[in-house]
Structure formats: structure tokens, C-alpha cells
């Protein structure tokens, strides 16, 4: 693997490697495990972040590895250099991967057609298309909770047509034998005739009462062109995770979010914490799956590195 563009481009093998690797740095939190040391990688944020930037600074400090934070402010992008020139002008200094979150769909087609560009790409959010972490570390959370993802029912309910972790788990789901129900507002609904043959797009009351996964999504305003919301109270009641919908859940059933979440909006702010969620502990395997997919770009992942150091051993 040299990059990790989008979940499209991986094999169901592919990610099924990557979250057991994600596994094995889950079991050991906090654990500084020095593959990388001495290497360098770099972050660009060209859109708002928390959790992914954080995490993945934190996941390649884990690893050993020096980090470079790009601030897109105060970078020669303003000058009008283009993102490639930017990453060749990285590479020439040593950094072998780059870390991209950008709003523009396509970037990543882009740049691993660029025959000059030898660092590892990695996605960390792109426009409305893809979140392939932030869908990784939603499958590690599921298959911790549910012992594995072949045939769980998981319900995606919100802002269909504008998120990326959606895009992503349009993809993932479906390769990984779970049955995906989606649902939300008529002005928030994917193009239907694009959806993959298993996805069932369902009411409310049937995504809530019958997943084993309740995934609901935040309205990204920031991607709206025109007025598509009308006021939070009236989505809460129409669309929200309300108190009353979650009391239909099946007991086993848990609550996800990508976040940042709006409480009160999407979902109510007490569920946020509650017994079911786990939107926290998703913030947590976010840093394994990013160690996961780090390692396994730079090094050939833990297996490979375990084998190598087990010869030297020998
Ligand atoms: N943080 C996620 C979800 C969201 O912002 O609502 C994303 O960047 O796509
Ligand atoms: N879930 C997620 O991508 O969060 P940030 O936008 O804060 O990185």
C-alpha cells in the first residue's frame, strides 16, 4: 500500500489487515512504539479539524516519528503555490508522507497521478467524498462492541448527502457483509440511482428500532448553498436523536457520531454520555487506526515489522 486514498480503493483483505494492526495499538494505549523514528511526516489541514488532526499527531508521535504541522494561513500556499508544489517542496526536504484534509473533491485523484510525487498520500477528509479514517476507526468501535461487522444492521441518519464519513461507509459497509439503512431529510437524500444495490433507504422509526448501530450525522451547514434548514428545534423533533427515539433502540444497539456533534440538534445533548454512546471511545480508536494506517504505509505494518526484528534476532 502507498497511499490511502479512500475506503473504494481497498479490498475487503486490505481493510480487514488494517484493523487488526489497529488492534494490536489499541491494546496498547499510550504505548510509545518507535517504528518511525527519525522519519518524518507532515500534516495540512486545509479545512477545520480536531479530533483527525489531533489524533494523527498524536498517532505519529506514538510511532517516533518527527512531526511538521502545515498552517495554511501562514504558508506559501497564500502566495499562490498549488498543493503539489507544496508537497514536492516537502518531499525535497525528506518528509516521506503527507497527511491531507482538503474541500476539494478529486484532490487525491489528482495527486496520485502526479508521476513526480513519491510521498504517501494520505485522505484525512475530502470535500463531500470520502473520511476513509473516520470510517476505520467506526469499524474498529462496531467490531469491539459487536464482535464483528458481517451482518450488523447500521443506520445513518442525518446529512446524507453532504458527509464524507457517509461516502466512506457506502463503500466499507457493504464489502464487509453489514446492511446499511440510510435516512434523512428529502433535501439531505443521496441521488438514489447511485447508491449501492443493498442499501435500503428507510424511515426513522424503522433505522432506529431495528439497528445494532445508531450512526447519526451533524447537518454540515458549511457545505450548504441555499437555505436547506430551517430551525434546530424543527429538525431535533423530525430528524434528532430525541430521548423518546433512543428509548426504541434495541438494548445492545450502540449510538455513534463522527463528531464535532451539535447537542440538541441532531442528537440530544444527554445521549451524548450516555450508556449506549460511544462517541468517546471512537475519539480514542481514532489514534490506533491512524498508528494502524501510518505504519503500515511507512513500514509494511506491525506484522512486517515484528517478522524483521524476530530475524534480526535470530
Ligand atoms: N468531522 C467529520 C464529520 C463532520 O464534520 O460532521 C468530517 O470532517 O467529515
Ligand atoms: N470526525 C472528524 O473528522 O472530526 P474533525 O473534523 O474535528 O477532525
Not at 516521506?96 to 487525491?108: H, S
Not at 422509526?205 to 441555499?226: K, Y
Amino acid at each position: 500500500m502507498k497511499n490511502l486514498l479512500g475506503i473504494k480503493h481497498l479490498g475487503k483483505d486490505e481493510i480487514e489487515a488494517i484493523l487488526r494492526e489497529a488492534e494490536y495499538f489499541a491494546a496498547r494505549p499510550n504505548e510509545q512504539i518507535d517504528l518511525l523514528q527519525g522519519r518524518f511526516v507532515a500534516n495540512l489541514f486545509f479545512e477545520a479539524s480536531t479530533r483527525t488532526r489531533f489524533s494523527f499527531e498524536v498517532a505519529e508521535k506514538r510511532l517516533g516519528a518527527h512531526v511538521l504541522n502545515f498552517s495554511d494561513s501562514s504558508s506559501s500556499t497564500t502566495k499562490g503555490e498549488t498543493i503539489y508544489d507544496t508537497l514536492r517542496t516537502l518531499e525535497s526536504m525528506g518528509v516521506e508522507t503527507a497527511v491531507i484534509r482538503t474541500g476539494q473533491n478529486g484532490l487525491f485523484h489528482e495527486l496520485a497521478n502526479e508521476p513526480n510525487l513519491n510521498l504517501h498520500l494520505v485522505n484525512a477528509g475530502e470535500g463531500t467524498m470520502e473520511h476513509p479514517t473516520q470510517c476505520l476507526l467506526d469499524l474498529l468501535t462496531m467490531k469491539q462492541h459487536h464482535g464483528g461487522i458481517q451482518g450488523l444492521q447500521v443506520a445513518i441518519i442525518g446529512d446524507l448527502r453532504h458527509s464524507r464519513v457517509l461516502g466512506s461507509h457506502l463503500d466499507a459497509l457493504p464489502k464487509l457483509g453489514a446492511k446499511l439503512m440510510i435516512t434523512g431529510p428529502d433535501q439531505f437524500m443521496r441521488d438514489q440511482t447511485a447508491l449501492p444495490e443493498d442499501v435500503r433507504v428507510v424511515g426513522m422509526e424503522e433505522a432506529i428500532a431495528t439497528a445494532d448501530v445508531v450512526m447519526m450525522l451533524r447537518v454540515q451547514l458549511e457545505r450548504h448553498t441555499g437555505q436547506l434548514f430551517s430551525s434546530k428545534e424543527t429538525y431535533h423533533q423530525a430528524y434528532g436523536l430525541t430521548r423518546e427515539r433512543a428509548a426504541m433502540m434495541k438494548p445492545n444497539a450502540i449510538i455513534m457520531h463522527p463528531a464535532p456533534f451539535n447537542r440538541g440538534v441532531e442528537i440530544d445533548g444527554q445521549l451524548v454520555e450516555g450508556k449506549q454512546s460511544v462517541i468517546f471511545p471512537q475519539v480514542t480508536n481514532g489514534v490506533a487506526v491512524r498508528m494502524a494506517v501510518i505504519a503500515k504505509l511507512m513500514t509494511g505494518g506491525i506484522s512486517t515489522w515484528e517478522s524483521s526484528l524476530k530475524m534480526a534476532n535470530c
